[in-house]
């Protein structure tokens, strides 16, 4: 297809999504989190946060009726879509049908071989995620070192407030880290509940997930870094000393670590930054 050609009419018009949706019988799924976009800027937006160009290659995860696919499609996107729900790909051999730049993988992106599905080439990752699983998505994203240049994916707010999160405040968690460690996360948009059908009862926003060419800091071991992260936010009510020993580690090797990090033992985790954390992992690392 050319580019910016509209070969079927638009999905995320609110007639037509309506319309799909009667002819094939087709319900949101509340246990599959779904919830169909109705709003053309919105999609529009997705699509310009993505930067895609002609011949981007794009993973898109949950792709339900094919609102968001379309527009990556007629943006010029090579588009992967992967979908869970089993009734869909029938469906989107019919909305999309003629748009010979999309791809539909039937399936669970948790089990899906992403490396094998999209190769080595870089790639970039839009998605529409559904609530209730968007953290171990975007933690297997982050963490499987696939070579994805940008995440542009519609979260809740709630969640985008977290990924963004700085020291010391409520939001900042494990998530935060590791999103910040991986990417330069940024909020570009505010997507009001009246943009979906049905309308959730969350508000959500659209996040972009610039991926660094090297991680944020610089630390001897990723798994030990991640492992002290999530241990240190694992009671939070706790200081960083008291949260690592209800985790399982030595008391000498916590006293070990922070005295080599420089880290105040009343210290809470939520308090450490990014290098506080690498500097910590690498003092557990000093013994072994």
Do not use: W
């Amino acid at each position: 297809m050319t580019e910016n050609q509209t070969i079927m009419p638009r999905i995320v018009l609110p007639e037509v999504t309506h319309r799909i949706l009667k002819h094939f019988g087709l319900k949101a799924s509340h246990r599959l989190g779904q919830n169909f976009l109705i709003a053309p800027a919105i999609v529009e937006g997705i699509v310009l946060a993505a930067e895609i160009q002609p011949g981007d290659r794009v993973l898109e995860i949950g792709p339900g009726i094919g609102t968001l696919t379309q527009a990556l499609a007629e943006a010029g996107a090579q588009v992967t879509a992967v979908e869970l729900d089993k009734k869909l790909p029938a469906v989107l051999a019919e909305t999309l049908k003629g748009y010979d730049n999309v791809t539909i993988v039937p399936g669970d992106i948790l089990k899906v071989d992403i490396k094998e599905l999209m190769g080595e080439e870089p790639f970039k990752v839009v998605a529409n995620l559904p609530y209730y699983i968007t953290t171990p998505i975007l933690l297997e994203l982050l963490e499987k070192k696939l070579n994805i240049s940008l995440i542009v994916t519609m979260v809740q707010k709630e969640v985008a407030e977290r990924m963004v999160a700085e020291p010391g405040g409520k939001d900042y968690g494990a998530l935060s880290v590791a999103v910040q460690y991986y990417t330069e996360p940024d909020i570009v948009l505010t997507v009001p509940p009246k943009s979906f059908h049905p309308a959730p009862e969350v508000d959500s926003v659209v996040i972009r997930c610039r991926r660094r060419n090297t991680p944020a800091v610089e630390c001897k071991d990723e798994k030990m870094f991640f492992r002290v992260a999530r241990a240190s936010f694992g009671q939070r009510r706790k200081t960083l000393v008291n949260a690592l020993k209800g985790a399982g580690f030595l008391k000498e090797d916590i006293e070990r670590a922070v005295k080599y990090a420089g880290i105040d033992t009343g210290r809470r985790g939520e308090t450490l930054s990014l290098e506080e954390f690498a500097g910590l992992a690498d003092g557990f690392l000093k013994g072994e």
